[in-house]
């Protein structure tokens, strides 16, 4: 499913950052996997990068076997559109405008009708579980919790392969957070590959397998029962 | 993306902000009902022009004397007593002219018996003169060619003279004295309207022999009226009379002491004014435009910069770089075309008051709807175009984490 060779990237401001460096690992159709590490270990650039939100300045990136990293603007947002889901931190919901809308969005630019559309949507957020009462609420008038699941149902809606969370939890309170943790590990158990990036140890406990970054470079790859950066941490 | 998708986006961009996109569409109100007013005042104006000058008669040509040319370029010997009356005699003889009238045009005090008096011009010219510049009569009769010969104190008064100096009353069979000597009102004309002059409202007419020996003491005439059988054949007339009149007064046909202007001369000079004028006044709009524009481009400059979080994440969930673009030029066109349909129902109204109130004729083309519209989708293009752009390139990580 995805496949990264040697990828390094580096921020050129005043000084060069070497955000990544020479970073290979593959991860199969289906698997649930958690990237950890501490703030500025690089784990959002490579988030950013399997997302196609960007690109790295070497080093080869294949999904589904088809090298992206070398794509244009219009066909990485192609695929972002088709293949990947994003979930935020921050949610990044529209304001002032309904869930039902918000959910709609990547229909809007996959050019789906709107009948079509109008069903995707009502069966995106059944699977996120967000309650029928609120689909016409203003996004901004919702709590955290029902937020997040409608960015969710968003990342669900056009039924990519995977799915890419970004601290999902990181703004909610633990109850709240289980609830989109579990709707997360649902949605892998009817087959979308799931990748959490996350600083919280508690939810890389739910994960299989547990890819641990620091400075820019892996320390650990391993299946989370054999990850020694979380026992490290328990202990 | 579809296009009814991009107007139903641009629309609820558009009404999320409803008070700031109707100040912004304001401003394109005001430039395009300016513009459509102005120019209806223009076209108005010129439209009057062109009525006037074809109430002087139609397929008429007029011998004027000097050699002045249109254009102001003075030639020949440049003495304003050049016509005669045997010139008349001449010009009867071309191919195609239907009548020839002697002109003889001077300013006179005029007094009715009742003591009110006025000063205006006075025509002496041959009883062709109402038939050439198409003047009937109301009251009375025109003088005949017999007064003509007889050199008769006549008078037909133009139809706001009897009006100033009669009032209500019947002026036909009085007398008036105009330069101190007595005349009989034989008829009175029609109105005709016009703005110009030369409009027979405000003329008394006698017959040319009377001006030239009692009133005016001169031989020469102020101008000759030619008409023509048709319009087309005017152009020949005017070159084989220019021919005969240069022959007979002995001058080098190139250069005349004479010239012969046609009433498309005058029509192309008066609109060369009246499109001058017109176009002042519509540059003169167009400025309040251009701000309006400039106003379009703030607001979606602002409302990019508002939105960049919004962009980063349209773009995160699929957009391309160019649907980005179209969404955000579908907005300021929208605006624009919205300020368009409003500030042309506007300008009508403003230059139907006008003419209501201000007794100054408009006229709203339908080019100038037609370019109103156009206008306002450039400008909506225009100075959408640079906040589309700056929309359109924003990288979607840096849009995603903007303050």
Redesign the interface.
Known sequence: MIQCKNITKIYKNEVETWALKNISFSIEEGEFVAIIGASGSGKSTLM?IL?C??TPTSGQYFLEGKEVSKLS??EL??I???KIG?V?QNF?L?A??TAFRNVE??L????L?KKERGERVKEALTISAFPKDFWFHLSNQLSGGMQQRVAIA?ALV?NPKLILADEPTGNLDSKTGDVVLNTLIDLNKRGHTLVIVTHELYIARYARRIIALRDGEIVEDAPREKAKSLKLIKE | MKLIDLLNEAIFAISSNKIRSGLTILGIVIGIASVIAMVSIGQGAKSEIVKSIQGLGSNTLTVMPGGTRMGAVFMGRGSAQTLKEEDVEVLKKVEGVVNVVPVVQRTFQIVAPNGKNTRTSIIGASPEIFSVREISIEKGSIFSEGEVRNISKVAVLGKNIANDLFGEENAVGKNIKISGINFKIIGVAAPKGGVMGMVADDLVFVPFTTMQKVLAKSDYLTLILIKGEKKEILPQIQQQASLLLAEKHRVDPKEPDFSIISQEDILSTLNQVTTVFTIFLGAVAGISLLVGGIGIMNMMLTSVTERTREIGLRKAVGAKNREILYQILTESVLLTFLGGVIGIFLGWLISLGVTKFAHIATQVSPFSVFLAFSVCTAIGIFFGWWPAQKAAKLHPIEALRYE
């Open positions: 950013h997302g939100l960007d603007e219009d947002a192609k972002r559109n088709k994003f935020f990044n529209l002032r405008t969005i990547p809007i630019y996959a050019n009708d968003r056009n």
